[in-house]
């Protein structure tokens, strides 16, 4: 007779968010060769995911959103690239500063509370949508409403870490 399946502790559901964020990040580097425009990465955080970015894609503009710097020193924009106020002003706003559409906009500012999270991808997805680049990409922890996007396959890791990837039709 077989076990049955373990619940999922939130650990378990951590390393896969991490793990299929990482492999989106890297397959979505490779895609956005042909597409032109900055990277726009919202939610700097501890900064762990703008240096991977920078890592992966040192010829690319990134622009990097948050309301405040709390980063690690090492992983800091330098004042050009940090758009420092609430994402729902800064992104309507920043056409002026980013200039272009983006060819990757990765979102990592989930709560992990699913009302707050639904009332966030309301006000964020329209506000993505309009930033991207015909053919570009959006890798995100919030699930959005994208009607002129197409949603990418998700490995287990991204279903049971809630990673979505969605690219916008040409
Ligand atoms: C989960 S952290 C990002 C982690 C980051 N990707 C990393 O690898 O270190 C989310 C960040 O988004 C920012 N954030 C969340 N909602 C925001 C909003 N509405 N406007 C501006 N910043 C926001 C928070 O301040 C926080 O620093």
Redo the contacts with the bound molecule.
């Keep these: 007779m077989s076990e049955p399946e373990r619940r999922q502790s939130r650990l378990d559901v951590f390393i896969a968010r991490m793990t299929a ?1 990482k492999s989106f990040l890297e397959d979505v580097a490779t895609k956005i060769a042909d597409i032109e425009g900055p990277v726009l ?10 240096d991977h970015l920078r890592e992966i894609l040192p010829e690319r503009e990134i622009f990097v ?4 710097v ?2 690690h020193p090492a ?1 800091i924009p330098d004042g050009d690239h940090m758009v420092i ?4 002003d ?1 992104l309507a706003f920043c056409g002026p500063r980013v200039k272009r559409p983006a060819a990757l906009v ?1 979102s ?4 992990g509370d699913p009302t707050a999270d639904l009332a ?1 991808a309301h006000w964020l997805a329209p506000l993505i949508a309009e930033r991207t680049a015909p053919g570009g990409y959006v890798a995100t ?1 919030i699930a959005l409403d994208l009607p002129d996007f197409d949603a990418l396959p998700r490995s287990a890791d991204a279903e049971l870490g809630r990673y979505w990837l969605y690219q916008k039709r040409r």
């Design positions: 964020q990465e919202l939610g700097l955080g501890n900064g762990r995911t703008f959103f948050d309301r405040s709390t980063a992983s106020g609430e994402i729902r800064t990765h990592d500012l989930g709560t966030k922890g």
